[in-house]
């Protein structure tokens, strides 16, 4: 198992995983996501130097995306997992994973959980993200190991 770069051909899938109703249950942004409006979006982040964005593969199995949008020396993450591939650690193993794989300019790790995200503030805290309750919201962060 391990991270490798999206690419373009990635789009549908991501697109698919976004609108599944779980996963829009569990996002900031409730909304179905048409597919022009994705298309448009992805190309963009694959064009910012200021993100990465990366598919957790299992042989030809997409496991999950994970995309890191950096601001100074500050990775904020954002993942999802592919529906069919949930409940099976992949969150957990695609964020560990992601401590080596982001680029060098990120020396701290964060994410926004919304509070009622079981599955995902376990993901943070197995990999030691340091927690703090932020409204509605979760915080985590760490330090990125060199």
């Known amino acids: 198992m391990y991270l490798r ?3 373009i051909d990635d789009a549908m899938d991501i ?3 976004r609108n599944d109703p779980q996963t ?3 996002s900031f942004n ?3 996501i048409d597919p022009d409006s994705h298309i ?3 190309r963009g982040k694959l064009a910012d130097e200021n993100c990465e964005l990366f598919i957790l593969t299992d042989g030809e199995k997409k496991l999950g995306h994970i995309r890191v949008d950096i601001n100074d020396n500050t990775g904020t993450i954002s993942y999802m997992i592919n529906p069919t ?3 099976k650690g992949y969150g957990t193993e695609m964020i560990r994973l992601l401590d080596a794989a982001v680029d060098k300019r990120v020396s701290v ?3 926004l959980v919304e509070k009622d995200n079981a599955a995902s503030q376990k993901c943070f805290e197995r990999n030691g993200y340091e927690r703090r309750e932020e409204g509605d919201t979760i ?3 760490k330090l990125k190991a060199d």
Do not use: C, M
């Open 139 to 141: 915080r985590y962060s």
């Open 85 to 87: 591939h949930r409940g």
């Open 15 to 17: 697109h698919a995983w």
């Open 30 to 32: 409730k909304e179905e």
């Open 24 to 26: 829009r249950a569990a």
């Open 5 to 7: 770069k999206a690419t």
């Open 109 to 111: 790790l964060s994410a």
């Open 40 to 42: 448009k979006w992805f």
